[in-house]
């Protein structure tokens, strides 16, 4: 395909731990570049929620990657035609590589809407049914860098028989041919990359099976469908994903979809993922937590501190009432803390002890709690801030790690949180 500029560099594949590099000339200027593992930065119709462009800005070494949903744009299709020149300056993002995905991971949706030739998104108006040239229609309307190709995804659910997660390959490998053969032919999306889908659910031949046909296709990077938390247990998901993994090219990406917990991004990326959707800081600020568990393990000074502020914190004054149940999303996990509850009223610490973010440099959790009794808009404003802070950091430390062979120090590290 003539837009295939875009290059993975790995300085490091180490077998069972992960590889480490950069994908590099990104976006249709090629002057963008993103280092994995990695995370997107998740967006709500290109908004990170709660925050404006400036406030976002407070933070540096943002990804450099944005994703938006098709089940967010689907319902404005119209106003985009109209205003033509794309999703990217319609919602004022200017300088971002952006990637579109069918479904928003932090909004599950509901199943039971795939047909041979339809797949369903949910907007806040309701179900939209997108064939694969209404899907094309859209891209064209949207004009981001790289898109998840259409696919039938609804198979993650235990208990789907093989007869249906042979179908949902048999049907994404066609939607996938069908959309490449329309992108081929439409100018608008010269330059434009297409993430081929991988599926199968739980059944390991049906995802060798079908990673190893996407990669047939004249695909810029793989998303790996399905395997999302809730669905299945870590142990099973790691195992399907190296199957896969072990059929597709080295150089290109992997992208899990639906999984941002700490502890199984570490094990999916010893599997060798490459991306993850950057969803999981959203939920935590949805729930009015704060992102608070410890990844230092390097002598790199800011990163001692948050080991130091970790430290204190393992004393006692941690509360670890989350619950690793992966069943339900939208429970606290292990690695927040609930800032509403009493105990932070008058805590006048920062809520990590050494970020430099906005809210750690000019805040108390008191003040947090505060904002989360009496409902002001401000208190989820300054946890998205954190929150997407804290994720940033703790994937800067899991780069660094791979790099000094460090892994299995950061995957104790983060592990003990769940069991402090
Ligand atoms: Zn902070």
Redesign the pocket.
Known sequence: MAGCRMKLELSRVVQGSGRLGVLKDLGKTGQHSLEVPGCLLHTHLGTVPHLTRDTLQTLSNLPAVTQVTLSNIAEHQEVLEEFKDGFRRFAGLHNTVLYCSLHDPATPCPTGYTTNKTVSVWGSGGRIELTVARFMALQKTVQPDWYQSMADGETWQSGTSRKRVRKSVDRTLAHLDECLLAHQNSQELEGVEVFGVVEGGDILEERVRSGRETAKRPVAGFCLDGLQTGSMHQALRTQLIAAVTEELPEDKPRLLQGVGRPDEVLACVEAGVDLFEGFFPSQVTERGCALCFGFGISSDPELAVLELAEEKEASGETQHNGDSNPADQSRMTSFEIDLKDKRYKDDFR???EG?G?Y??VNHQRAYLHHLLVTNELLARVLLMI?NT??YQAFFRALREALANDKLDVLKRRVLKEMTD
């Open positions: 920062p809520l990590v970020c973010c809210c750690c954190h802070a804290h």
